[in-house]
C-alpha cells in the first residue's frame, strides 16, 4: 500500500530527476543488452525459422498440411482433451486450494509440497507410471477391467494424463488470492443474514473467478502443447487417440519437415493467443485484488 | 489472554467457516484426488521399479547405457542451467531496475517459451541446424554436429527451461525496488559490489528457487530434446528418453529403475522447494516484526 504513492510521485517527477534516477544504477546497458541478445539468439531467430519455413510453402500446400483429416481428428483430441482436463483441474484445484488454505489437518504441509509434484516429475515418467497404473493389469485398472472401463490406450488415457499436468497450475494461482482474501468481507456477510452457501457464491467466489479463469488457462495451454506423459498412454491409433504434437513427430520422421512446420506454426499461433489471454486475465485479477476502490 | 483472544475468534468464526460434517468431506474428496493422481503414480514408479526384487534394481542402473544418460543428462543441465542463471539474473536486473519502453512486451517475450509446445521447440532448432536447416550445409561442410548430438540436445533445454529463473526474479526485484542499491552507490560501492552485497542476499531465496525447478525442467525435459536427440543408444539418449526406449522394448524393470532415480530428482526439488519457501516465510516474517524505522509519509 505504501508503495503506491511513492510510486506516482516518481512517475510525476520531471524529466531531468528521471534519467538520473536511472543513471544511478550502473548496468543497464550491459544486462539489457545481454538479454536482448540471448532472447534473440535462444528463441526469436530459432522460431522465426519456423514461420520463415512456412513461406516456402504455398497456401494450398499449408492449407492441405494443416487439415489433413488425420490431423482434423488430432486437433479435436488435443483440445476436447484439453478442454475437459483444464475443467476438471479447475473444480478439484479450487478444492485442494481451498482446503490447504482454510483447513487444518495432519500432514498439510506435505500435501502442499506435493501438489507440485506435476511440475518436478519428468514427463514421461509420469506417462509411464500412470500407463502401469492404468493398463488392464495395473493397480487401478484390473478393478475397472472387469466393468468395462478402459482408461489406458484410448482418450481417455490423454484427459487423465492432462489432468495430471495441470493440476498445480489452478492450485497455484488460486491459492494465493484465497490467502489474501479479507475474511472482514465474509464476517460481514454472515452478519448481514447470508448462509455459507450465499456467502461462498455472491462474496468469495467472485473475488477469486479472475484466478480461477487464470488457471484454467494455463493449465490449458500446457495441455495442448503436453507431449511426454500422453504418448505412454494414448496408444496413438491414428484418427482416435493420437494428439497433434505426436503429428509434428510423425512428419518429421517421415522428412516431411514442410509438413511438419506447418503444423507447429498453427500450433504456435494458438500458443500465443492463449498466451495473450492469459496476459489479459491476470491484468484483470491484478486490477480486481491490487486497485483500492 | 490467549483465552479470551480464542473465544472471541472461535466465536467470530463461527459465522465464517463450514459445518464440520462439510470440512471433513471436503478434506476427504482432496485428499482423495490428491492421492488417486499424484500418490498413486509416484509409488507406483518405486514398486514397478523394484518388483523383481533389489538385485535387479541395482543391475538395471548399472548398464552402460543407463550410466551413459546418466552423464549425458548432468551434462545437459549443467551447462543449461548456468546459462539460464546469467540470463535470468541479467533480465530480471535490466526489467526490474529501470524503466523503458517495450517493457511490457520484454517480460512476455522472456514468457514466451513456456507457452511454446516442446515439440516445436525441439523443430525450430531441426529448422535452424538440421540437415535441411538454415545452417545445415555450412555445418556439414565444416564437419559440426548440432542435431543428433549433444549441442542440439543443450539448445533444446536451454529453450524450455529458458524463463524459470527470470520469472522468479523479475517480480521479486520488483517489489524490492532499487532504493537499497541506490544507498550502496551513492555511498561508494561499485557496481559489482552492489549487486554482490546487497542485490544477491536479497534475492538469495528466489534465486535458490528458480535454479532448482530450472534444474528439475532440464534434466527431465523430454519432448523438445527427443527431436532433435536421434535416440542413439549410449551417446545422445538422456535419462528420460533411454526410460522411453526401455519402456518400449517392454524391459519394465529396468525403465522403471531408471525412472526410479528421476522421480528421486523429483522428491528431492520438492524438498529443497518446501524448505526454501519456508525459510524464505521465516525471513519475511523476520523483517515484518522489525520495529518500522519511520512512517512512509
Known amino acids: 500500500m505504501t508503495a503506491i504513492p511513492s510510486c506516482k510521485r516518481r512517475d510525476d517527477k520531471d524529466m531531468t530527476s528521471k534519467i538520473q534516477f536511472n543513471r544511478v544504477l550502473p548496468g543497464f546497458g550491459l544486462t539489457l543488452g545481454f538479454t536482448l541478445t540471448y532472447l534473440s539468439l535462444i528463441v526469436l531467430i530459432p522460431l522465426s525459422a519456423l514461420v520463415f519455413k512456412t513461406f516456402t510453402l504455398t497456401w494450398d500446400q499449408f492449407w492441405a498440411a494443416v487439415t489433413g483429416s488425420r490431423v482434423m481428428a488430432s486437433y479435436r483430441l488435443t483440445f476436447g482433451a484439453s478442454l475437459i482436463a483444464a475443467l476438471v483441474n479447475v473444480v478439484f484445484g479450487l478444492l485442494v486450494a481451498w482446503v490447504l488454505v482454510r483447513y487444518n489437518f495432519f500432514g498439510k504441509k506435505v500435501v502442499d509440497a506435493l501438489v507440485d509434484l506435476p511440475f518436478a516429475l519428468p514427463t514421461a515418467v509420469a506417462g509411464i507410471s500412470l500407463t502401469a497404473l492404468l493398463a488392464g493389469n495395473g493397480w487401478v485398472g484390473q478393478y475397472l477391467e472387469p466393468w468395462g472401463i478402459q482408461l489406458a490406450f484410448n482418450p481417455n488415457g490423454v484427459v487423465i494424463a492432462l489432468i495430471f499436468i495441470g493440476l498445480p497450475f489452478v492450485v497455484r494461482t488460486v491459492q494465493p488470492v484465497l490467502e489474501d482474501a479479507e475474511k472482514e468481507l465474509e464476517e460481514a456477510a454472515s452478519c448481514l443474514g447470508a448462509t455459507r452457501w450465499q456467502t461462498f457464491n455472491r462474496v468469495i467466489f467472485p473475488s477469486i473467478a479472475p484466478a480461477l479463469l487464470t488457471g484454467f488457462a494455463m493449465a490449458f495451454a500446457r495441455a495442448i502443447g503436453e507431449y511426454g506423459s500422453v504418448i505412454f498412454i494414448a496408444g496413438n491409433m491414428p484418427m482416435v487417440s493420437e494428439i497433434t504434437p505426436l503429428i509434428i513427430i510423425g512428419k518429421l520422421e517421415q522428412y516431411d519437415y514442410a509438413g511438419a512446420t506447418a503444423v507447429a506454426v498453427v500450433m504456435l499461433i494458438i500458443s500465443f493467443a492463449l498466451l495473450l489471454v492469459i496476459n489479459a486475465l491476470q491484468a484483470w485479477q491484478r486490477r480486481r485484488t491490487g486497485a483500492p476502490a | ?297
Not at chain 2, 503414480?41 to 535387479?56: I, Q, W, Y
Not at chain 2, 526485484?173 to 542485490?199: K, N, P, R
Not at chain 2, 528466489?206 to 535454479?211: A, D, N, P, R
Not at chain 2, 519394465?252 to 532415480?261: I, K
Open chain 2, 1 to 297: 489472554m490467549s483465552t479470551t483472544l480464542n473465544s472471541a475468534s472461535r466465536r467470530t468464526q463461527a459465522g465464517i467457516t463450514e459445518p464440520a460434517w462439510v470440512r471433513y468431506s471436503l478434506i476427504g474428496v482432496a485428499l482423495t484426488f490428491m492421492f488417486l493422481f499424484l500418490v498413486l503414480p509416484l509409488a507406483a514408479v518405486f514398486t514397478e521399479a523394484l518388483r523383481k526384487g533389489v538385485d535387479a534394481y541395482w543391475q538395471a542402473l548399472q548398464e552402460p547405457d543407463a550410466w551413459a544418460a546418466i552423464r549425458l543428462t548432468f551434462l545437459t543441465a549443467l551447462l543449461a542451467v548456468p546459462l539460464n542463471l546469467v540470463f535470468g539474473v541479467a533480465a530480471a536486473w535490466a526489467i526490474a531496475k529501470y524503466e523503458f519502453t517495450g517493457k511490457a512486451f520484454l517480460t512476455t517475450l522472456v514468457d514466451l517459451p513456456f507457452s511454446v509446445s516442446p515439440v516445436v521447440a525441439g523443430l525450430i532448432y531441426v529448422l535452424m541446424f538440421g540437415a535441411q536447416g538454415w545452417f545445415g550445409p555450412w555445418l556439414q561442410a565444416h564437419d559440426i554436429r548440432i542435431i543428433f548430438a549433444i549441442p542440439g540436445i543443450v539448445l533444446a533445454t536451454v529453450f524450455v527451461t529458458f524463463p524459470f529463473i527470470a520469472r522468479e526474479l523479475i517480480p521479486l526485484m520488483q517489489a524490492q525496488g532499487s532504493d537499497e542499491e541506490q544507498a550502496a552507490i551513492v555511498l561508494g560501492a561499485t557496481g559489482w559490489q552492489t549487486f554482490w552485497y546487497v542485490t544477491l542476499p536479497n534475492i538469495k531465496w528466489g534465486l535458490i528457487y528458480g535454479v532448482i525447478l530450472c534444474n528439475a525442467r532440464a534434466m527431465g525435459e523430454f519432448g523438445a530434446v527427443s527431436v532433435v536427440s536421434g535416440h542413439i543408444r549410449g551417446q545422445t539418449n538422456t535419462m528420460p528418453l533411454h526410460v522411453e526406449i526401455l519402456y518400449n522394448e517392454y524391459q519394465s524393470v529396468v525403465a522403471f529403475a531408471v525412472a526410479s532415480l528421476l522421480a528421486l530428482l523429483a522428491l528431492v526439488t520438492l524438498g529443497i522447494k518446501s524448505v526454501v519457501e519456508w525459510q524464505h516465510a521465516r525471513d519475511l516474517k523476520a523483517t515484518a516484526d522489525l520495529p518500522p524505522e519511520r512512517p512512509t509519509v
